[in-house]
């Protein structure tokens, strides 16, 4: 089993996240109009608003929360919190953010699966992805309880570890999470492949921050004019 976790670990990130960025490129240099979420709110507004800020709230929080803890040195923080705090701290705000994203996609997804209108003129894609998140939200939860079993946090320096020397393009790295429980694999490995399918979906939008919306101009509206009336033709 050594070389399908030195796949999976080692050369499956690359080859995912190499997809992503070459991907994503080629998709806004070719297919620049394509580039949109797609949204469907214009089709029914009901759940719509509740469900995409509660889930874009506990993502975008989440995914935070990921790249500080697992990218940060523990040399850097190790004078301000141990690893046991971390973990503690990691599985708190990742419980209450899961949370709240779950109660979001949880509304999006049955919006998409059983909404007539949004359903009729949804895609596969549309629906596949929204399953995979999901799915990655749920193990990405169950996470936080195989956690409590062990709060010394040597799993999470693990999982630290793992993803510090892929980004530095350390070899070694699937031996950092070859001993771990399956349900971290399973978290790194699908979370891998929605980076590897994003420039084909949806999911590509993740570029697009709007921080424009933070210094754009206020919206004038007028209201429409009554018409005037002169009375009859003499």
Same mark, same amino acid.
């Given at each position: ?48 608003? &509740? ?28 004078? &301000? ?36 209108? &949004? ?25 936080? +309880? ?36 399956? +349900? ?36 004038? +509206? ?13």
């Amino acid at each position: 089993m050594n070389y399908l976790n030195t796949f999976a670990f080692q050369l499956y990130p690359y080859i995912a996240l190499a997809v992503f960025f070459i991907g994503s490129w080629v998709r806004f240099d070719k297919s620049m109009y394509t580039w949109r979420t797609g949204s469907s709110q214009l089709l029914s507004d009901k759940g719509m608003r &509740v469900g995409s800020n509660l889930f874009h709230l506990g993502i975008l929080a989440i995914l935070g929360g990921h790249l500080v803890g697992l990218l940060t040195p523990h040399a850097l923080y190790a004078s &301000v919190i141990t690893a046991p705090q971390k973990q503690l701290l990691a599985m708190v705000a990742g419980g209450v953010f899961g949370a709240v994203c779950l109660v979001g996609i949880s509304i999006l997804t049955v919006r998409r699966l059983f909404n007539p209108r &949004v359903k009729a003129t949804g895609t596969t894609g549309d629906t596949v992805i929204l399953l995979l998140l999901f799915a990655q939200l749920l193990l990405g939860l169950y996470t936080i +309880v195989q956690s409590t079993h062990h709060m010394d946090g040597g799993v999470m320096m693990a999982l630290a570890e793992w993803a510090q020397h892929i980004v530095t393009f350390r070899g070694g790295a699937a031996d950092f999470v070859g001993d771990v429980h399956w +349900v971290y694999k399973a978290h790194i490995f699908l979370g891998l492949t929605l980076f590897l399918v994003a420039p084909f979906t949806r999911l590509v939008h993740v570029w697009s921050i709007p921080m424009s919306y933070l210094w754009r101009p206020y919206q004038v +509206v007028r209201r429409r004019q009554p018409a005037l009336r002169y009375g009859p033709r003499a």
